[in-house]
């Protein structure tokens, strides 16, 4: 099937298309600068510059991972409505693109599958949180909201639509990980403040199986959590990933430098949700690594 993806150049969307590709997929990918990432994506890869520019060539199915890095910078007001607009207009354009489809006479894409974050959940706490639980409202959340219920808005042309919360995603070569090696490597890692807020995390090889779970399973609609059956908290993360380095972990981080360095963007670092793939797990899904120790073994070798 044709299956249009945004964000296809990330670090998800690369081995997304990796893996569509092998099975046979046509690729429609949308990019800014086609010439530029051209080389990071499977070969015969159509990529255009506007989700709109497809209107031509009907996907049969769209995944949505587009969005500015929420931890690039200090979350001044500008840099919010960046933030905001980075994933609202894009969706915006890709229902857009089913009402046109469908306007035209023909069929809007039979499913999309729309990405969405644990900051849907803001600060939850030491509770348990499945798709049900109710939100704590702050600006990560309303982001999420509005990103969600743009999304949601495909269903009114007949395009079936799963929301998938992504916890912070680890692997080799970017993401979250990238960043944390560095200090624990050389022995400097540690905890950021009490350590007790949680941190669900998920392979990027379990996310990647779970959005074409998500593609092929047509009774699935609504919100899932994209994580992995066990969270941790920061503490916990912290001591796994030092025991997997072989390194110590004793230079935790006041709440106050982090607070002081980056300002309400700390909350991502202070705060979190016990957040479980309740709805994955029902519909069937099985992952490959349930537990941290797998998953960093995995990656870290």
């Known amino acids: 099937m044709r299956v249009l993806i945004t964000g296809g150049s990330g670090f998800v969307g690369q081995r997304l298309c ?51 890095s929420i931890a690039a910078r200090r979350w001044s007001d500008e840099q ?14 890709l229902v857009m693109l089913c009402e046109q489809l469908r306007s035209a006479g023909g069929r809007a894409p039979r499913v999309m599958v729309s990405a969405s974050a644990m900051g849907y959940y803001g600060d939850q706490g030491s509770r348990e949180v499945g798709e049900q639980t109710p939100p704590h409202d702050e600006f990560a959340h309303r982001l999420c909201k509005r990103w969600e219920d743009t999304a949601r808005e495909a269903a009114d042309f007949g395009t079936r639509v799963a929301i998938l919360r992504i916890g912070l995603v680890l692997d080799a070569g970017g993401g979250s990980l990238q960043k944390m090696l560095p200090p624990f490597k050389l022995g400097l890692g540690g905890r950021f403040g009490s350590g007790e807020q949680f ?6 090889e379990d996310l990647v199986r779970a959005i074409l779970f998500l593609l092929d399973n047509d009774e699935l609609e609504g919100p899932f959590n994209g994580s ?36 309400e963007m700390s909350r991502l670092l202070l ?21 941290l120790e797998a998953a960093l073994a995995d990656i870290l070798g």
């Open 18 to 68: 990796q893996s569509l590709a092998e099975a046979g997929h046509r690729l429609l990918v949308v990019s800014r600068d086609p010439e530029a990432v051209r080389g990071r994506l499977p070969r015969g890869a159509d990529i255009r510059r506007s989700v709109l520019d497809f209107v031509d060539t009907p996907p049969d199915a769209i995944v949505n991972l587009a969005g500015e």
């Open 80 to 93: 919010k409505e960046r933030l905001i607009d980075s994933r609202v207009n894009i969706t915006r354009d």
């Open 199 to 204: 941190m669900p995390w998920i392979h990027r």
């Open 228 to 263: 992995a059956p066990h969270p941790v908290t920061n503490a916990e993360f912290t001591r796994t990933l030092a025991k997997q380095l072989g390194r110590p972990a004793f230079f935790p981080v006041p709440a106050i430098v982090l607070e002081t360095a980056f300002g």
């Open 271 to 291: 705060t979190g949700a016990d957040m479980r793939p309740k709805r994955l797990q029902e519909a069937g899904f099985r992952f490959e690594y349930e537990t």
